[in-house]
């Protein structure tokens, strides 16, 4: 599904590259997991076509670290 998307912008990275940014960007501060549908994608050898991440990072940061980027948490 999200094989050929590209991100908006000068850029145009590769969809992928938006969890592997953020996992780098939270790795600095403390530990960061992806989880849920996209492992087992991975494993069935399926495209993800969403990714879901868990962190220890308290929240304070993870909003200072993205405050210009509309964040979901729960």
Do not use: W
């Not at 590259?17 to 549908?37: A, D, F, K, R, T």
């Not at 050898?45 to 993870?62: C, M, S, W, Y």
Request: aromatic share 10%; glycine share 6%; net charge neutral.
């Amino acid at each position: 599904q999200h094989r050929l998307q590209r991100r908006k912008g000068k850029d145009s990275d590769p969809y992928i590259n938006h969890p592997i940014e953020v996992m780098n960007i939270l790795s600095q501060y403390g530990e960061i997991y992806l989880v849920g549908g996209s492992i087992r994608d991975i494993i069935m050898g399926k495209e993800p076509h969403d990714f879901d991440l868990a962190t220890n990072v308290p929240i304070q940061k993870i909003e200072e670290l993205f405050k210009s980027f509309k964040t979901v948490i729960f």
